[in-house]
């Protein structure tokens, strides 16, 4: 075999473990950016890797916890992953770990969708963004959805060493009735939950605890030291709940429900 004909095999070959490896690494929907330290305000993107099987993604929505009404679980480890199972619920508020508000501000770009529109909470702070209006194919393309993540920060009275920030996301595939939807099945064709899987909602829950796409934020210990009585400090993880669910979820136009279909 000559050096020639080598390479019309080799190469061929080396560019089917590069895209494999490449399939295995980004199988999940992720942040760009998933670690910084608090405070810090991070360009992101929100990275789609592939659709719902083999159907193309037409639609996203992002859900950040609204720190009123978000469900925390902590760990009693300096930097737990977000699928330990030492993790147990909290029942304190998020209040008791996250300073102020977990907020985003969403970057207008038309280079996946073409319609987005931003959902705030009670006080209009932007805390889940819909996009539509394009079409990602289900495979061998990536989209990434800008986001920028604004400062979060860690309540000094708290044991906190690591904050783990579990957004709710679905990218949507079909538009069907909410009683159609199981976000715990990830073969089905209409919707990809990325989320947590015990919020306690019916349909939005995703299926583990390595489905959601974590945002870590760690402690500056330098400006804001942990309680002498925390010692090395704990891991809490934070997720949207049900209730918050229900209101932010749903993508609606001009007050319209239009997914899920009601």
Known sequence: MTKHQEKIFVLPLLAALVTV????????????????????????????????????????????????????????LPNAAIGSDAFTRSDQPASAFVLGVVTFSPVLSKHVFTMHEIVRDSNGNPIAEWQAGGSIPPNNWVAKLAV???????????????LIVAPAIANICQLTSIHEINGKDTDRLDVDFWSAPDAGHPQFDG????SPAPYIVTR?????????????????????????????????INGTQVWPIP
């Open 21 to 76: 490896a490449w399939g295995n690494a980004q199988a999940h929907t992720r942040f760009d950016i998933n670690t910084t330290k608090e405070g810090t305000r991070v360009d992101n993107h929100v990275v789609i890797p592939h659709g719902c099987t083999d159907q193309p993604v037409i639609g996203n929505v992002t859900v950040f916890p609204d720190v009123s009404t978000a469900l925390v679980d902590t760990a009693p």
């Open 148 to 162: 920028r993540v604004n400062p979060i920060n860690i309540e000094p009275t708290s044991c906190v060493n690591r």
């Open 207 to 210: 299926p583990a605890w390595n």
């Open 220 to 252: 500056n210990l330098e400006t804001n030291p942990l309680p002498e009585n925390c010692g090395e400090g704990i891991t809490a993880r934070i997720y949207p709940s049900a209730q918050q669910l229900d209101r932010d979820m749903p993508v609606r």
